[in-house]
């Protein structure tokens, strides 16, 4: 056993090194099962992706439209067919949840549904809540009115 400092030769067991006072630390041999680290957890395997049952006419030839890629910007006309089309009433909210999940939209498109989707939800909510809060408030106006009486 020797310092790992100085290379004093030290006593078996002996804590500190009599040559310069560092303190020694017994060699261990290299412990390779010690510092393994533990196994990795198991973890699960993904679910096997199993695409949606399709006609096999569409899983074998994608429409046309569908080759071009589907991140084109829209042109004019088809923002102007597509504001218009917003003006109608229940068609439109067909349209937004066809246009949402629709397999091959543009994406720019898909991404206009999806935002007039969430902004129409949040509306539809908001109006709830807020009519729900002012017909309470005007409830309570109304019976405090009435119990002067
Ligand atoms: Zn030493």
New binding site residues.
Partial sequence: MF?E????KLPDGAKF?G????KTEPVQPTNTAAEEPAPARPVAPPPSYTPPAQTAYASQQPPAYSIKPASDPLRVGQYIGMLLLMCIPLLNIILLFVWSFGGSVNLNKKNFARASLILGAIGLILSIVFGAALSSILGELLGGMGGYY
């Avoid at 400092?5 to 004093?8: D, I, L, T, V």
């Avoid at 040559?19 to 560092?22: D, F, N, R, S, T």
Wanted: with cysteine; charged share 10%; glycine share 30%.
């Fill in positions: 310092c400092k100085c290379g004093n090194c040559g310069c006072g560092a």
